[in-house]
């Protein structure tokens, strides 16, 4: 590693020299990307080595999605080389961004809970802390969205670069993997073992990928597994083509929706494939004796996808290592740890029990065992029926995930202060109710590194030249900007800073969308998944009414406003699909009417990632965080368009109410039912929409001109959105909602024509985010779960 970029340059130049096609960028990225990862690799090792020597508790971090982005920048950056690696490529003639631009992105995740992996990945390691992430090398990550005719269509997206990506295969450390077959009683020194017997086996290729933490000097392991053709012969009867296809299978793609339950073999197949390869490897690779793997190693499971690790530790510890039910009972009792992503219905994992216990007949065994010692010691407990269904792991032929997963772990927790109080009052009622202290909050974070200091660098410079730069350490430094909130020349330099960063935005969309927009414009962004409680569809429905309104109001001119949507659908969600044909229709028709376009601009920005994201938060003015109150359990996306200045418009819902906890109301546009409203209707089943519809002609109009069709330009079905608003009589209260929203659009407009006021709530959104970096959660995690000690980099 070299430090200065006089130092950098011979050496890039040196090396450039080496290669045939100097000129081309992608020769110049290749070579960057190769200098960078002999940097990373020399800390690596060292890392690995101090923990071996120390033997420190470490952390397993498993999830089904990591989330990452792109890998170079944000590597260049942690090890606080990004500035000069950035000027010396430039003397040299090279647009670092555009050669971070050419890294093929890694989509390993759908959403906020494999971003949330991957910041944490991040906070791990620059707070010198060991800990790890173990996930699945899929091929293709979530695929590539395509408009056609305002409609998704979907592409596979294939990231891996097996040249000049970041990962090693670690042939040596592969292992088989066990699906199918029967269970036959053996013995063993002297010992009942279970046999499996006539199994399909399927091998783990590790491969192994480093965490820069920002200190430079700690490189944690996210450890990623293959899946590949064992050499074990195969059951009888089962041919070698379909075997070879269904193995290649296993981590071709990424489930393209976390929070629907696919109900696939092939998902569980995925599940238990990383917990047992996980896990085998870290009980083999452990430094202490059996009997003390809780005091030596922490598991934790993201959401119940990785919720096998339970049974599959249990198998481990017995029938491998021998021991009895008891000891090992306790052992996973307090090694692994989960975390509760949502409430949502349909996205708590059930599995059949007849589809459990044939594809993974002895992990079937155990579930049953842990429910029947599970369901002996409530037996005492005066509960009625429905409670003690809650507390049933399998139940009518059903194996519940949650329940299992809090059963086997030794703390719970939720992701927001409000989703954490409805599982311990409503959700988990009865599982709090038995298990008093294993329930607690750990408010999300993230990665304040990716999110303001590289994602906007114009930013960080202007906080930097106030407070200095402590804040990049320690987020709540933040808090000094407060200093600064009523100091016109920083206010100005702040609209300056956002201005510059809506340009590039607007460039953006300009070259790849064909639209042009307004930078002086209000920029409000919803990007996130399109889900009916996350109310698009809201969004969309209100631009049509402000629409009308300039339309057939001539008084109606409405200070200018872009609307920005990014997210995409799962494949198989017809409702999401008819919003995005949707909102392109909308926008077509609006960005193309003559007077409307003055006061109305929407986009919606194509296959969106987290290299778009990046360009989306720091250009925002508006953070639309609308979901219905009760439904996100947390969000993230609110704390990165905070960080970065933008001001929320949102419900009481997830983390928004801790964003107004710290900002104060003032400082955000907060309307519509509370989570407690929401779910007093939901019990009373007493929200008729009609009766809403009736009083309000706008309300009306709009939704006659979506149900007769005069929106979706002849060809877009909408018959999913009407199942919804008009048949199931409006779940997710958009219609309750909308008029309050419209109000609050209002109050938010009249505030943004004071700039100077509005750049004041600003810097208090900025001023108050530091305590939404994935710093201080991991730190949480460390104190309250994990109970990790930091390895100063000093030593290494
Ligand atoms: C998401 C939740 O929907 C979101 O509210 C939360 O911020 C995020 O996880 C990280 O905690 N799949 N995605 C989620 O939950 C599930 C299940």
Redesign the pocket.
């Known amino acids: 590693m070299f430090s200065s970029k006089e130092r950098f340059k011979e050496n890039f130049v040196a090396r450039l020299e080496q290669r045939e096609d100097k000129e081309s960028l992608q020769t110049v990225y290749s070579v960057l990307t190769a200098m960078v990862k002999e940097w990373t690799y020399d800390d690596w090792e060292q890392t690995n080595q101090q923990y071996k020597e120390q033997k420190r508790k470490q952390l397993y971090y498993f999830s089904i999605e990591f989330l990452m982005g792109r890998i170079l920048g944000q590597n260049l950056m942690n090890l606080d080389v990004h500035g000069f690696v950035e000027e010396g490529l430039k003397e040299l003639g090279f647009d670092l961004h555009a050669i971070e631009e050419l890294e093929p992105e890694p989509g390993l995740g759908?959403?906020?809970?494999g971003r949330?992996a991957a910041c944490f990945m991040d906070s791990l390691a620059s707070l010198q802390l060991p800990g790890h992430g173990c996930g699945l090398r899929y091929k293709g990550g979530l695929f590539t969205q395509v408009f056609q005719d305002g409609f998704q269509t979907e592409q596979p997206t294939v990231w891996i670069d097996e040249k000049e990506g970041w990962g090693i295969r670690r042939e040596e450390l592969s292992l088989d993997i066990p699906f199918f077959g029967s269970i036959e009683p053996g013995i063993e020194s002297n010992r009942l073992k279970p046999v499996l017997k006539d199994a399909e086996w399927i091998k783990a290729v590790p491969y192994d990928y480093p965490i820069v933490g920002a200190a430079g000097k700690t490189v944690n392991t996210l450890r990623l597994w293959q899946a590949e053709v064992s050499s074990r012969p195969l059951p009888k009867g089962k041919p070698r083509t379909l075997y070879e296809q269904e193995t290649a299978e296993v981590t071709d793609r990424l489930y393209p929706d976390?929070?629907l339950d696919a109900g696939k073999i092939l998902r569980l197949k995925q599940q238990y494939f990383l917990c047992s390869a996980s896990l085998q490897t870290i009980v083999k690779n452990r430094d202490c004796p059996l009997s003390d793997l809780a005091r030596h190693v922490a598991i934790q499971i993201n959401?119940t996808h990785p919720a096998l690790a339970i049974p599959e530790l249990m198998r481990i510890l017995m029938d491998e290592e021998g021991m009895q039910w008891e000891e090992a009972w306790g052992i996973v009792n307090h090694t692994i740890s989960y975390t509760n992503?949502?409430i949502l219905e349909e996205?708590l994992e059930k599995w059949s029990s007849s589809l459990l216990e044939r594809l993974l007949p002895r992990i079937y065994m155990i579930i049953q065992e842990i429910d029947r010692r599970f369901k002996e010691k409530t037996q005492q407990e005066p509960l009625d029926e429905w409670q003690r269904k809650k507390l049933a792991i399998i139940e009518n032929g059903v194996v519940h995930m949650a329940t299992l997963a809090v059963v086997g772990s030794y703390k719970v927790n939720g992701?927001a202060k409000l989703h954490t109080e409805i599982l311990k009052v409503r959700e988990m009622k009865e599982l709090n109710d038995h298990f008093p202290h294993k329930f607690h909050n750990i408010t999300?974070g993230v990665a304040h590194r990716r999110w303001l200091l590289k994602a906007n660098p114009e930013l960080s410079s202007l906080i930097t030249s106030a407070v200095g730069d402590e804040w990049i350490r320690e987020p709540i430094k933040l808090h000094k900007l407060h200093r600064f909130s009523k100091d016109p020349a920083f206010l100005q330099d702040l609209q300056a800073v956002k201005i510059a960063k809506k340009r590039q935005l607007a460039d953006y969309i300009k070259t790849h969308q064909d639209i042009i927009v307004d930078p002086e414009s209000v920029f409000d962004a919803q990007i996130k998944r399109i889900h009916g409680y996350k109310r698009q569809l809201m969004n969309i429905l209100h631009i049509q009414m402000l629409y009308n309104r300039i339309l057939s109001d001539r008084s109606f001119r409405p200070y200018p406003r872009t609307f920005i949507f990014g997210g995409k659908a799962a494949p198989s969600y017809r409702y999401a699909k008819e919003v995005i044909k949707l909102i392109n229709t909308v926008a077509d028709q609006v960005n193309n009417d003559p007077l409307a376009k003055k006061h109305l601009h929407i986009v919606f920005i194509e296959d969106y990632s987290v290299s778009k994201a990046e360009k989306i938060f720091p250009a925002s003015d508006v953070s639309e965080q609308i979901s219905t109150a009760s439904k996100?359990?947390?969000?993230?996306g609110n704390m990165k368009f905070m960080m970065n200045g933008a001001i929320t418009l949102g419900t009481f819902d997830?983390a928004n109410l801790e964003i107004v906890e710290q900002v104060g109301e003032d400082n955000a546009f907060i309307f519509g039912l509370t989570a407690r409203q929401v779910m007093q209707f939901e019990k009373e089943q007493s929200y008729y929409p009609p009766d809403i519809i009736q009083h309000e002609p706008d309300l009306q109009l709009v939704m006659a001109q979506l149900l007769e069709g005069s929106l979706s330009d002849g060809e877009g079905n909408i018959s999913a959105i009407r199942n919804q608003l008009v048949d199931c009589n409006d779940p997710f209260f958009v219609l309750k909602d909308i008029q309050q929203y419209g109000k609050a659009h209002e109050r938010l407009l009249s505030a943004f024509e004071n700039s100077l006021a509005w750049q004041e709530m600003s810097v208090v959104n900025i001023a108050q985010s530091g305590i939404f970096s994935s710093d201080r959660t991991i730190q949480e995690y460390s104190d309250e779960v994990w109970q990790l000690g930091r390895v100063p980099s000093n030593l290494l």
């Open positions: 759908n959403g906020g809970l949330l976390a929070s959401d992503h949502t996205a992701v999300n996100e359990a947390s969000g993230t997830g």
